[in-house]
């Protein structure tokens, strides 16, 4: 999730008790025990350029049969926490990561996630900036929630089965989006929200979300306007092996 005006609004619902909501480049894993026997276990293989004393760019390469994306990660540890830089279309084979602290080692890795897709839908706000006075306003409809729903049938994450249905959207003001749907997965390790804003090329994760979210509120970008949204239940495949960089001095005249 990218962009200064959704960062303010994240602040905005923080600074009013409504937490929950994650970045897509915020979300972290705890630290593991390092083990080598997982770096070389997958068909991804990834490497890391210095491309400047502190500027990594990543490339990858190898099949993720039925994958929706790949997630980028990067810790200054050899066993964590990892951080997520960004949710990849499967498409996508590089990543640069700049202006990194200077003399520091920094470890890689990405890793496919899978899961089903709900049908998308439009949504057409109405015209007007993310003004002071909505930035006050409360928001009691922003943060993820569970509506637990009786009768619902679910199955294992990557089935079609799992795969979320009766998304709506109902516009809440000029620039805030509730979504509901129900949710029929089982297993997931989160949810994510993809958008596609009119003329863009593809889907794009906004938002991610725990396991069994079926509520959520999203404070929208300018180029939001009109979109098209989908929710995913997701789970990670296997990791790729650990890619090591250490940075060197922070050139003059940068930071």
């Known amino acids: 999730m990218n962009g200064s005006v959704r960062a303010l609004a ?19 894993e705890a630290p593991e025990a ?32 039925g994958a929706a994306g790949r ?11 990892w ?22 080692h920094f470890y ?19 015209k007007g900036a993310f003004t002071k006075a909505e930035q006050r306003q409360e928001h009691t409809w922003a943060p993820p929630r569970t509506i637990r729903r009786a009768g619902v ?13 009766e998304l709506r959207a109902t516009v809440m003001h000029a620039n805030g989006i509730r979504f509901t749907w129900t949710d029929h997965a089982e297993g997931e390790r989160g949810y994510l ?6 003329g863009g090329g593809s889907f794009r994760p906004v938002a991610v979300l725990d396991p069994d979210i079926n509520s959520f509120g ?15 239940p997701f789970i990670y495949g296997e990791r790729s092996n650990i890619a090591r960089m250490t940075t060197g001095e922070r050139p003059a005249g940068r930071g």
């Open 10 to 28: 994240a602040a905005v619902l923080v600074a009013a008790g409504l937490s929950g909501i994650s970045g897509c480049a915020a979300s972290t």
């Open 34 to 65: 390092p083990d080598a026997s997982r770096e070389a276990r997958t068909g991804t293989v990834l490497s890391v350029t210095r491309v400047s004393p502190v500027d990594a760019e990543l490339s990858w390469h190898g099949k993720a049969p």
């Open 71 to 81: 997630i980028v990660e990067f810790a200054t540890e050899p066993g964590g926490p």
């Open 83 to 104: 951080t997520i830089l960004t949710y990849a279309p499967l498409g996508q084979a590089t990543y640069r990561h700049p202006d990194l602290i200077p003399k520091t």
């Open 108 to 126: 890689y890795r990405v890793r496919p996630y899978y899961g089903p897709a709900s049908r998308p839908v439009d949504v057409a706000l109405p």
């Open 153 to 165: 049938r679910t199955g294992p994450v990557r089935r079609p089965s799992a795969t979320p249905t």
């Open 193 to 198: 929200l993809e958008d596609r804003p009119r």
């Open 218 to 232: 999203l404070i929208t970008l300018p180029n939001e306007k009109r979109a098209s949204y989908r929710v995913r």
